[in-house]
């Protein structure tokens, strides 16, 4: 079993696993359309489907084999403004594949970075990740531009390769590897930040 040491602590943020005490926060994001618009399947959310949808992260605390998902709350003061979440997509290869979901009144200061440049410390540093991904909707512009201030590199442009709502859509791909991100936390070669 891994995780990290709870709570990843940023200059501005604490991550920890998400807890049922967190559904008013989650539910604030969960019921916004501009939100939820590029998520599969999802309508805006009743309180009831956050409930759901909280106690499902609250058991995403550690990965204990392929395919698990850590969620972590980002929490600023006492508001968690949003998700991150690390999927290990394969324990051969060590690859891992990031996810985010953030209020969007707290965007513009930099928060969402800053929260998943912690979780990506972590998955390659102690975690020991080799390549983490992220897959977006074509049309997610603000994912694409979060993924390119992580320093990922946008690898594909999968056209029409999967069922959004009543259509097909484009799907974009985004990697990074361990020595890629090492190498921009610290271009002097120096010790890596911790997380």
Not at 85 to 92: H, K
Not at 146 to 172: N, P, T
Not at 181 to 187: F, G
Request: hydrophobic fraction near 45%.
């Amino acid at each position: 079993m891994a995780h990290p040491t709870y709570p990843l602590r940023t200059p501005r943020l604490r991550l920890r696993p998400v807890t049922l005490d967190d559904l008013d926060d989650v539910h604030a994001w969960q019921r916004r359309p501009d939100v939820v618009r590029w998520m599969l399947g999802a309508a805006p959310r009743t309180r009831a489907e956050s409930r759901a949808s909280v106690v499902a992260m609250a058991g995403e605390d550690a990965l204990r084999a392929e395919g698990d998902c850590l969620t972590l709350a980002v929490v600023a003061g006492d508001v968690v403004i949003g998700a991150v979440e690390l999927v290990w997509r394969s324990r051969a290869d060590r690859t891992g594949e990031l996810g985010y979901v953030f209020h969007p009144d707290h965007g513009g200061r930099g928060l969402a970075t800053e929260a998943a440049g912690a979780v990506l410390d972590w998955g390659f540093g102690a975690f020991g990740l080799h390549r983490v991904v992220v897959r977006c909707h074509a049309g997610n512009e603000s994912s694409a531009r979060l993924a390119a201030r992580l320093g990922m590199r946008q690898e594909a442009r999968h056209v029409r390769s999967y069922r959004f709502r009543d259509g097909w859509a484009d799907q974009l791909v985004f990697a990074l590897l361990a020595d890629e991100w090492r190498a921009a936390q610290d271009p002097a070669g120096g010790a890596v930040r911790a997380g």
